[in-house]
């Protein structure tokens, strides 16, 4: 079952409240009026839930319960007893609330109504301050911070070592390692395959990542293996892209 | 006396909020509008007789609005689209795509053209922290399991944006001309070059040529400011599109 909102219980229960208080004023306004007159609410100790049943709903209820005790007191008279007659409520009606049926167990109900807010101003508030925030980061970062304009480019002079962008360095790593066809070809292009087929390959159809354990061991070592090979290679790779140790031997990166 | 003034104002603003040119540019929900008040009823307006904001639908499920559910990722993402566009614009005032000029411009433009520096920054690091957001809007959709269904085919746009995003920082890496440009941009390249079978075309295509020259530069630099967002932007708008006719925002977990 979903959820009530939150705002609803709260609203449910205000109601509640708001109901009890003009109740009791209620009582409290009749009782110098004298208690011949009203006649009394109906059992003042019984439960919450029976307060809310109208007194009549409730007589016909005990005669009801009167007449079936007094059935089997006298089994098998010669004469059927005359059907009673039915006790009536205030407008002559007969009939009787048996049971509440939800709509829920037998309709098949495929919406079911969700808690929303309004996109103005809750989201466009957010998404507002968030553009600002990042505006702001950046115009601050590059007051201070230059993008690096090295000389001019020069095909006769290979800069030792030769980075990639830092985005292709985890490939560039990967390239020390294995055939320059299994790096740069082979490798990315099954990883992107596969990122690209997740959703069909994943037939799991929870979402909460406790359920949902393997596919997301799966992903954060995927994620952890690029990020690695990438900071390897943008900080611990030097001239020849030998390994080095950036606090020893400095940085050779630029972004 | 002061209170004078203020009336004054006051009719005055009225006035001009009720004058037919006013009232024919600020469509009903426009909080500039005359009598804007907060109701339901406006707060749909504000959002339906919006062309930017009507990318949204009028309300949208609670947990989408909290930050820890989103991060506003995709959305910053865009956002930095849309800075990159805006000072990308700009740049391309003062550049020009050949090899005896594109560094001369780019020094120029830093010493001598106003908040030429600061826009060549913004820009540059705009390109990193997009690619970083892309990856990390990618990353908060997957350990959401919101590429399940009915979201599969909007995860498949989003990683064909992801390598749109990589492929336009990439090629304008190459623009400044500098040696950082040209010898990451030959790594880079060198390895594409091993692709089977046409590994050699595919780097004559991408190279305009056999070796990085004057040609690249102009090719790389019609991809990169013209091509690429030309083609990001379709599928932009077919991946927010998606997400609209999904269903919304995915979860709650």
Not at chain 1, 74 to 95: I, K, N, R, Y
Not at chain 1, 155 to 165: D, I
Not at chain 1, 243 to 254: A, E, N
Request: include cysteine.
């Amino acid at each position: 079952m979903t959820e009530v909102p939150e705002h609803l219980l709260r609203r449910a229960k205000e109601a509640r409240e708001r109901l009890e208080d003009s109740g009791e004023s209620a009582e409290s306004a009749e009782a110098p009026a004298g208690a011949a007159s009203a006649p009394p609410p109906a059992e003042p100790t019984a439960a919450g839930d029976e307060e809310k049943i109208p007194a009549h709903l409730l007589d016909r209820s005990r005669s009801a319960e009167e007449q079936a005790a007094m059935a089997p007191a006298a089994p098998g008279g010669p004469v059927a007893p005359a059907p009673p007659s039915l006790p009536t409520g205030p407008g002559g009606h007969t009939q009787r609330l048996l049971t509440v049926v939800k709509s829920g167990s037998i309709q098949d109900v495929k919406a079911m109504p969700q808690d929303r807010v309004h996109v103005w101003p809750h989201l466009l508030l957010g998404e507002f301050v968030a553009s600002l925030f990042i505006t702001a980061f950046l115009l601050i970062f590059s007051v201070f911070v230059n993008a690096p304009l090295l000389e001019l480019a020069n095909v006769n002079e290979t800069p030792n070592p030769s980075k990639a962008p830092w985005y292709f360095l985890g490939l560039q790593e990967l390239l020390t390692m294995f055939h320059p066809m299994v790096a740069g070809v082979t490798i990315p292009g099954i990883a992107l395959f596969l990122l690209i087929l997740a959703p069909y390959i994943d037939r799991n159809k929870e979402n909460a990542p406790e359920k949902r354990k393997f596919a997301v061991s799966l992903m954060t070592v995927h994620l952890m293996f690029w990020a690695i090979l990438v900071m390897i290679g943008s900080f611990f790779r030097g001239p020849g892209f030998n390994f080095i140790f950036p606090w020893q031997d400095g940085l050779f990166f630029d972004f | 006396m002061g209170t004078q003034v203020g009336d004054k104002a006051s009719d005055l603003m009225g006035q001009v909020q009720g004058s037919q040119a006013w009232t024919s540019i600020f469509r009903p929900g426009s909080i500039f509008r005359k009598g804007y008040t907060d109701s339901p009823r406006n707060r749909s307006y504000v959002i339906m007789n919006s062309v930017l904001y009507h990318l949204h639908p009028v309300k949208v499920k609670r947990h989408g609005v909290r930050v820890s559910y989103t991060l506003c990722l995709g959305g910053l993402s865009f956002f930095l689209f849309i800075l990159l566009t805006v000072t990308g614009i700009f740049l391309m005032f003062f550049y020009r795509p050949t090899a005896a000029q594109a560094w001369d411009d780019i020094y120029i433009l830093q010493t001598e053209v106003a908040f030429g520096l600061l826009v060549r920054n913004i820009h540059r690091w705009g390109a990193h922290l997009m690619v970083l957001t892309v990856f990390l809007h990618m990353a908060r959709v997957f350990y959401h399991g919101a590429y399940k269904p009915p979201r599969e085919f909007n995860w498949v746009i989003g990683v064909i944006l992801l390598t749109l995003t990589l492929l336009l920082s990439f090629t304008g890496y190459l623009l400044p001309w500098d040696q950082l440009a040209l010898w990451a941009v030959t790594v880079g390249t060198n390895m594409m070059g091993f692709t089977p079978v046409f590994g050699d075309q595919v780097r004559f295509v991408l190279l305009s040529g056999v070796e990085i020259g004057t040609d690249t530069l102009l090719r790389w630099y019609v991809l990169h400011v013209l091509m690429l967002p030309f083609v990001l932007i379709i599928f932009l708008a077919v991946h927010f599109w998606r997400v609209r006719k999904d269903g919304g925002i995915s979860g709650p977990l």
